[in-house]
């Protein structure tokens, strides 16, 4: 039944036993189709990386990478709060970018392929299309305008107080906004309401590339809709699904910055920054700006990130798995 | 062969000086950035059209869209720097960097005399020392430089605002201190607590925002007596060393005012508000927008702000026809009973105060420095400050009596955006050296420089409503409500001063403030008093170095212009 | 035409089953459909409504005072023609340029046999989690290329992305083997191979991606940021939108603070609105475009037909 992962271990054609070299020329054709790519790369993201420098240094942009003064590990001594720079708040944004990007990790992706599913189970096309084109549709809406919104629909007047005292959950209004521990998971909420059509579009896509025999087999086989769900869609879209977890989990420092920015207020602060922002505070000022600090808190998320990459990577291949590298 | 070489030199000659000769008349296009977003100006826009012609000049505008200190530190890393360089509110970063020139060298009182008639009262405030110990004027204010006596029609930053329909209830009583204030709020909203559709009315918002938090955390120096410097206290006359308790043979002591015992009484006053369901715990996580909203709807009874933060809900206030709606400024004071009996002497306004290092550079790439200056030193003439000010006689306005006068439907251009991006020259005058105030000379002595300042044009321009409402006080502008301005103070105003070296720990004395005080204002009156010192306890430090760094800058600042 | 054959089958076999799913999803999908709809439609209507009025908020799903000004406001400029075709412009040609190449590396990298594989893959990966900050990526396109203040300054930097290039590969490599190999016993190169048999099957995957990148393109702003904002021409849709909504802010705002300049001020446009507004006109071109697209991985393209 599971053909995708069936065919992921085998090769093409054997590997060739000549020389690399002559293995080399005789894919020439692939050659020419990547390497140019390669070399683009190289000079687009692997050469400005020479600006890593900066987190060792006390960084001035007029004088630029080559003159500014060498300071060693002072910005990530500030960064990690042993500096200048007090003491408890790295730990407190940084357990938060990792609990509000978990939540967005998995109410994201389950989500998104609940929708792709039920999507693909619909049978009346103009249905169907009409449905996944209004659902991708607030992904274009601006986070200050979706943020603005839910401001509105969770205040303590708002939309959602007046729903669940109405069904008699609550006797006085939920204070939303103003609850710490509320925080992580109204952006949850919010992200998914904003990008779940969005992110299906991987899944309905893929779901595409499904051999429609085997929903025939399984039919004939007597299976269900949930066992043909369960046996043929899921496992159709497993790829594309450990692919990216893999690739997301290797974001988990990122938890994004508008949204925090936009719903944070001083009630929930502890709750609502994230390392982006604390860097933005105290990095950026009118009158000088700590470039090296900034580049620090880059290179510090950048290693978590191939760590974190790497690791998922492993543990796929130990599955056996589709793996990224 | 003589006559050959007589003729080569004399061509010579021509030739070297025929450049100086015909500068005035070159073509040139100056190239202008500007530290805030806008629009460009339409292509037969006639004041530019009128500068082309007079000075050969042409501008290619380059305004601000997303982050100014991003911007700045782009163009500083590839110096990228264009002719006329306005770095808004960041101006420190490219000075720091090195981009401008020195205007002095091109500014004196010989070949510019406008230029340095302009400067020179002001001088001691604008001209700084370089690193070298030089003296240097990079910028020369776009605003602030006013002549005559200031102009103080209404009250436009810091104050306590109130519906007029809440003085008008009370038949039109004078509220002068904090309680005063609170206790009409409150005696309102009992007899009315809701409009007329309904809608409760909540009796004292509090915006915290983001850097719009000033709503939260300053008003603290003004109900101590003090103009607005920002989050500091200074001591300048003998009432405010009196009230703060501070030894007068230390000039100019500078504090932190918000982890002092007088400014309990003010969080004090608001945890009681809060109780009595003045205030609504939504207040401290509305965003600007919901603000705005609240304030259209008419039913924020008052609030403490600065006027031109809420300028567009005032306006949808009157487009509704909502006049009882919209707000009066008070100059609040504590009661003496907060500050050990003291009379407070009331000063929300302020002298007017140069807007340093703000306004147009000349950027070192610049090769066109000369030529800027001497079109700038022309552009102080009367003749076109009127032009950019007023625009041209009888088209943008007309002229009655040697009154300089508009019609309603020209007054009205002057606030049409569209219209003023094909009449006006906006991008280029706004960051310019220019005149304000009062007109001291020539055909139009007496009349104001800004149309929005003519004491015609803004009393004609005053409804019923107001007219009613004014003349119930006696009085015959709302500037009345307060005090007359005073004068500004030697350091000028505290908030200007560049607080750098001390980002770190002035970041965190902002946080504090920001989460404690929402707490403070909510939490059980019976735990008030230890949350207080707990909250004056984490502050002290971040406040302790905030406040040595500010009282030496306040010093040194001083010292610029009482000489020392 | 097979979806009608499974469901033909299916109505005969379990007849009273099969309806209480459909008619659950349908609801479901319904649900969510409002859900989704609600914001969208009250940006139209606060885009359709009187700016001054708008600040007063609690708009719904229809404007409370009906006005076209924040549409006349923006639709009058000049700029906004030119920016638009700007935008057109780089657009297609990025998304042009960026399946072309992310196309063909992907099934390079998809080739098990291909000896740079690894090494080519590793890279690449590595350039979604590193990132090397503002300054040097704009001194490299500025001082190093020297395209700032160029066209080519939306083109050349976007041509390519990691992430595309995975989901592409990911889809070839779920594709039959059996279709390349006999190609390949046919003696077919790797060329060949790509653009006869794996590039006309990945047409799902390429549209799901030509959607990404004309997005992505289309909404970008920063690029004229950081390269060409001093060059009005070269302005895109949506950074003049942006502008134009900061320049809205920035005069409310300065707004003359006494009430007596305010009633004479024209401020019927405000922040709220136009910003709705530049939402809907910056939509709406994606909105009539997207179907064309859509088609090729929503209703998908019959695999089997293509393998039979």
Redesign the interface.
Known sequence: MNAAAQKTDKGLMPISKKGLLRTLAGQWQLMLMSVPVLLYVLLFNYFPMRGWIAAFQDFNPRIGFSGSKFIGLKNFIDLFGFGELPPDEFLIVFRNTLAMSLINLVFGTVSSILLAILLNELRIKWFKRTVQTVTYLPHFLSMVIVVSMAQNIFSTEGAVNDFIMSLGLVKEPVFWLGEGKLFWWLVGVINVWKEVGWSAIIYISAMTSIDPCLYEAASIDGAGRFARILHVTLPGIKSTFVILLIMNIGHLLEAGFDIQYLMGNPLVRDYSRTIDIYVLNYSVGAAKQNYGLAIAAGMFKSVVAIILLFTANFIARRLNENTLV | MKKLLCLMLMLAMVLSIAPAFAEGAEPITL?V?RG?????PTEDNKIYKLIEEKFGVTF???????DL???L??M?????Y?DLFDGG??A??II???ALINLLDYINPDDTPRLWEHIEPQKARLIEKDANGNDVLYIIPNYGLADGDQIA????GPAFFIQKQVLAWADYPEIKTLNEYFDLLEEFILDNPTNADGTPYTGFAIL??DWR?FCLINPVQHLMGRPNDGEVYICVTEQNYEVTGNDPSEPFKTETFIDKPYAKAYYEKLNEAFHNGLI???T????Y??Y??AI??GTVLGMFD????F??????L???GMDEN?YVALGLVYDPEYVNGVEIEEHYLNGSVPNVRRGFGISVKSEYAERIVAMWEEMLSNEWQLIFNWGIEGEDYYVENGRLMMT?EQ??NT????WKLANKAEGFFQSSPKKQGWIMDGEFEGNAWEP?NQPEI??G???EY?QAFLSAYGYSK?ADFVNPPIELAPYGEAWQI?Y?PV??DH??FL?IQ??R???LITCDPAEFDAKWDAFVEEIAPYATAFADYMQEAVLAEAAKVLGE | MIDKAIATTHRKSRLNREWAFPTVNVVLLVLLMFLTLYPVINTVAYSFNDGTDALRGHIGLWPRKFSLVSYKNLLSKPELYQSAKITVLKTILTTILNLLITGMLSFTLSCREYVLRKFITTVMVLTMYVNAGLIPNYLLVTKTLGLHNTFWAYIIPSMFSCFNMIIIRTYIMGLPDALVESARIDGAGDFRVYWQIIFPLCTPVLATVALFVAVGSWNSWFDTYLYNSAEPDLHTLQYFLKMQLATTQAQANKAKATVEALQAADVSTTPVTIRCATTVITTVPILIVYPFLQRYFVTGIALGSVKG
């Open positions: 190239t950035f805030d977003p806008g629009d460009q290619k505008f380059e305004f601000l869209a997303g200190n991003e911007k530190g782009l500083i890393a590839g110096e990228d264009p509110n960041s420190d970063l720091n960097a090195g029609n209404s009250v436009g915290c925002e938090h609504s715990q939504d401290f996580v509305m965003n927008d919901q705005i909203a259209s709807s600065q006027a031109w933060d300028g567009t809900a005032t306006s949808a009157i487009d509704a919209t309603a007054y009205a606030n049409d955006a569209n929005g803004v009393l321009l005053m409804n107001d709302f560049d750098t980002d770190v970041t965190k946080q920001d989460q005080l929402p707490e």
